[in-house]
C-alpha cells in the first residue's frame, strides 16, 4: 500500500515561517518534519510514497530526493495551481495503488496504521477517516457517526456551538481508488468541504475509526510551539539525531560549550552549536545545527533553526526563529516569531 503525502499548502497560519518553506519541511526537533513522518511510515511498514507538492515543491524534492537516503521509495505529484485537498489527489490518481493512505504532512503524529487499514478492510467502506477527539472541534473538521462508525455527516470547521460532536478529521485516511470517481480532474476540489459530504450523501461508505498515538496539527505558531515542548517532555518519541545526557539534556556532535553555561532542563542543542560563557538555556529551548550563542546569553521557551546567531547578552523568551537570523547583542525578545526575508510578526 502506498502512501500520498499532502504537502502543497501555503501553510498561511505558521507564517512568516512559511513564507519561503513548505510547512512540512519546518524542523521538529532540528529535524525537517517529512523526514520524521517518512520514517514513522516506514516503521508502520510502508515505503513507498507519492508527494503532492505545490508551494516550493523544489524544497522537498531537493531534500527529500528519491528517497533512498531513507531507504523508501518517493514519487511527486506536482500541481500548476493549487488543486486542494481532493484535487491533489486526483491529480496523483495515476500513481496511487488500489487502497492507499492519504495523511495531512503537517499532522505531527506517531499514530498506528495497521489497526486503521484492518478496520477499513473489515467495514468494506471506500474511505475510512482517522478521527481524534478535541476539545474545541470548530478548526478542524467535525464528523456524526452511527454506533457501527459510518460517517453520516461531515462539517469543515464549524461553528463553536453547531460542531456535530468533538470527534474530528486527523488528516489520515485510508481509501480505495474507487472513490476517486467523485472527484473532477484538473480542477480545485476540498475533499473536506466537497468530497466527503458526496461520498456521504451517495452512500459509498465512509468510516470512521479512533486513532491511537500522539497527534497534533502545527498548523499555528503555539501549536508548533506546543508539539516542541512535547517533543522535549517525551510525550512524542520521534527519534533524536542529539544524544541525551540522561536528564532532559540533548547535545548533538562538535558542540563547544563555555564556562559557567547553564542548561535547564529540558533542552535540545543540535550539531556545531557554540554556547558563550555564562548563558543560561532552557527551560524549553530547541538550539538548530550550526547556531552561535553569545555570553551572558538568556533563552527559554524558544526555538532557534540553524544557522542563528545570538550575540552577547541578548535575551530570548517564547520565541520561534527561521534559519540564519541574527539577534544583536543585548536585544530583548519576548514571543517574536521571524523569519530571515519575511520579517518579524510579533504575538
Ligand atoms: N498538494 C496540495 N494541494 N496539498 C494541499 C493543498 C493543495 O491544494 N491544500 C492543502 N494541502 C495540504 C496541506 O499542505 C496540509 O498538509 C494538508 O493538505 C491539510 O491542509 P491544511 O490547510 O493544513 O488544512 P487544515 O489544517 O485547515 O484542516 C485539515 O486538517 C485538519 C486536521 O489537522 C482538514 O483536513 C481538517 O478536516 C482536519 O481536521
Ligand atoms: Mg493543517
Not at 542548561?263 to 547556531?291: K, M, N, T, W
Amino acid at each position: 500500500m502506498k502512501a500520498l503525502l499532502l504537502a502543497g499548502g501555503l501553510g498561511t497560519r505558521l507564517r512568516p515561517l512559511t513564507e519561503n518553506l513548505p510547512k512540512p519541511m519546518a524542523p521538529v526537533g532540528n529535524r525537517p518534519w517529512l523526514e520524521h513522518l517518512l520514517l514513522h511510515l516506514k516503521r508502520e511498514g510502508i515505503d513507498e510514497f507519492v508527494i503532492a507538492v505545490k508551494h516550493y515543491p523544489e524544497i522537498i524534492q531537493n531534500h527529500l530526493g528519491d528517497g533512498s537516503r531513507f531507504g523508501v521509495q518517493i514519487e511527486y505529484a506536482i500541481e500548476q495551481s493549487l488543486l486542494g485537498t481532493a484535487g491533489a489527489i486526483k491529480n496523483a490518481e495515476s500513481l496511487l495503488s488500489d487502497r492507499f493512505l492519504v495523511v495531512n504532512a503537517d499532522i505531527i503524529h506517531e499514530v498506528s496504521i495497521l489497526p486503521l487499514v484492518e478496520y477499513h478492510i473489515q467495514h468494506k467502506g471506500l474511505v475510512t477517516i482517522g478521527l481524534t477527539e478535541v476539545e474545541d472541534p470548530s478548526h478542524y473538521g467535525v464528523v456524526q457517526q452511527t454506533d457501527n462508525g459510518e460517517i453520516v455527516r461531515f462539517v469543515e470547521k464549524p461553528k463553536q456551538d453547531e460542531a456535530p460532536s468533538r470527534r474530528i478529521n486527523a488528516g489520515i485516511y485510508v481509501m480505495e481508488k474507487e472513490a476517486l470517481q467523485w472527484i473532477p480532474k484538473n480542477k480545485a476540489v476540498s475533499i473536506e468541504k466537497e468530497t466527503f459530504p458526496l461520498l456521504i450523501e451517495k452512500n459509498v461508505g465512509v468510516f470512521g475509526k479512533i486513532i491511537n498515538g500522539y497527534w497534533m496539527d502545527m498548523g499555528t505558531n503555539e501549536r508548533y510551539r506546543k508539539v516542541h515542548w512535547d517533543l522535549l517532555d517525551r510525550k512524542c518519541s520521534f527519534p533524536l539525531k542529539e544524544k541525551e545526557q540522561g536528564n532532559g539534556i540533548w547535545v548533538g556532535k562538535d558542540v563547544q560549550i563555555g564556562s559557567g553555561v547553564l542548561f535547564l532542563p529540558p533542552v535540545l542543542i543540535g550539531d556545531q552549536v557554540h554556547i558563550g560563557e555564562r548563558s543560561v538555556i532552557g527551560p524549553y529551548a530547541v538550539i538548530g545545527d550550526g547556531c552561535t550563542i553569545g555570553k551572558h546569553v538568556r533563552c527559554s521557551e524558544t526555538i532557534l533553526w540553524d544557522d542563528c546567531k545570538v550575540h552577547d547578552s541578548a535575551q530570548l523568551s517564547n520565541c520561534i526563529f527561521g534559519y540564519d537570523l541574527e539577534l544583536g547583542a543585548s536585544h530583548i525578545l519576548y514571543q517574536a516569531v521571524m523569519n530571515r526575508t519575511a520579517g518579524v510578526l510579533q504575538g
